[in-house]
């Protein structure tokens, strides 16, 4: 079946920062990617989301780069802050549905 | 606006009992999702509403789960008899029609000893 991963599985960033997750994906046929934050003890929250016909999209400190070519996807954040720490998971459609096949998530650490 | 609600927040059972999970959506969202989070691990689809009709329910152990959104809004999910391993949080999440953007509760910490 069709899968979403993440590369690592934690990220310790020093707060100040700019952070980087990455995520891979094995449906080319996705036509769109998303990104949660779960924060502990708290349901997945919205950040961004990304169409299959773009490359890169901005968000407040947030910017998800897209390249199809190697089925790859990033989630950038400028300037960390420790609000930041949580599990960031990578998602993306099964069908048309709009089912999610999720990734297993990289915990964000922030260092002080 | 106010999210989705679930009930309740903790949930500790012996395994071969009973139990049932309660979730609100946001007010119009059609499309309703339980999911089963385990430590470590993303989300994992139990279950897919629009309405109150089901869209796909095909990851539901139904040898032992069971959900239902009898009037289109509110929905339980329940578990009968629990085992060990269905200890995970339960996630409900709600959709507009035709929207990927999916809304969560806070979710339901079931531990099953």
């Known amino acids: 079946g069709e899968s979403v991963g993440l590369h690592l599985p934690t990220l310790s960033v020093q707060e100040g920062d700019n952070s980087i997750i990455n995520c891979a994906y094995s449906?080319?046929?996705?036509?769109?990617f998303i990104w949660y934050k779960q924060e502990s003890g708290k349901g997945p929250q919205f950040i961004i989301d990304?169409?299959?016909n773009m490359d890169k999209r901005q968000g407040q400190r947030v910017t998800v780069l897209l390249n199809k070519t190697v089925k790859h996807l990033s989630l950038q954040i400028a300037a960390t802050q420790p609000g930041d720490s949580a599990v960031y998971f990578c998602?993306?459609?099964?069908?048309?549905?709009?089912?999610?096949?999720w990734g297993a998530g990289t915990k964000l650490i922030i260092k002080p | 606006e106010a999210g989705v609600a679930q009930s309740p927040r903790y949930k500790i059972i012996e395994k071969r009992q009973s139990v049932a999970f309660w979730c609100n959506p946001i007010?119009?969202?059609?499309?309703l999702y339980w999911y089963q989070q385990i430590l470590g691990q993303g989300p994992k689809l139990l279950i897919q509403?629009?309405?109150?009709?089901?869209?796909?329910d095909s990851q539901l152990p139904k040898d032992r789960f069971s959900a239902e959104r009898l009037k289109g809004v509110d929905s339980t999910l329940k578990i009968q008899p629990a085992k060990l391993e269905d200890s995970a949080v339960y996630l409900c999440?709600?959709?507009?029609?035709?929207?990927?953007?999916?809304?969560f509760g806070p979710g339901t910490r079931l531990t099953v000893t």
């Open positions: 998602a993306g459609p099964e069908d048309s549905n709009y089912q999610l096949i």
């Open positions: 990304i169409r299959s």
């Open positions: 007010s119009g969202h059609a499309t």
């Open positions: 999440a709600s959709s507009n029609r035709d929207s990927h953007e999916q809304y």
């Open positions: 449906n080319s046929a996705s036509d769109y």
């Open positions: 509403f629009q309405n109150n009709g089901v869209v796909d």
